[in-house]
């Protein structure tokens, strides 16, 4: 056999022992980090919908239900709330999946809360203090979704 032929059939001999000899699978698909992250983030909020015997929306599906509304977003008033400079108030609840999965990501919900959302709304003319909070909590968060996403796919 030529040398072509030889380093062919084992490139296809490791792909397959990759897959099928104990090794860990790998994701067939590379997302970004903002799909990293939304993808971990709907796996949470799903496991947590589903253990409460709810079914997790999806686009084009039919509408939530109250009950999916306030399982997933919480109830009541607004646990967190931050005034932008122009006067708008921004809030987000602590309970319910969504809180749980930024939990699960971020850690610390209270610092993401204020740091996405003055990052959002206010671009580059947020406190600096804010951009470096987003950015270190980001990180953490996108490395918490990579290991998730990894173990979930890994035992499916």
Not at 36 to 60: E, I
Not at 67 to 83: C, H, K, N, Q, Y
Request: aromatic share 4%.
């Amino acid at each position: 056999m030529n040398r072509r032929v030889l380093r062919a059939l084992a490139a296809l001999f490791l792909a397959v022992c990759a897959t099928s000899c104990g090794g860990p699978r790998q994701p067939a698909v590379s997302l970004t980090p903002a799909d990293t992250l939304k993808a971990a983030q709907v796996l949470l909020t799903d496991r947590c919908l589903t253990r409460q015997g709810l079914t997790p929306p999806r686009p084009g599906g039919p509408a939530a239900s109250g009950a999916v509304d306030r399982a997933l977003f919480g109830t009541g008033r607004a646990e967190l709330t931050l005034e932008l400079p122009g006067g708008q108030i921004v809030g987000h609840h602590t309970d319910g999946c969504l809180a749980a999965a930024e939990r699960r990501l971020y850690g610390d919900q209270r610092r993401w809360f204020r740091a996405v959302t003055l990052v959002n709304n206010l671009k580059s003319r947020a406190p600096r203090e804010d951009r470096a909070a987003y950015k270190e909590l980001r990180a953490h968060g996108l490395t918490e979704a990579r290991a998730l996403l990894s173990a979930s796919y890994n035992h499916s």
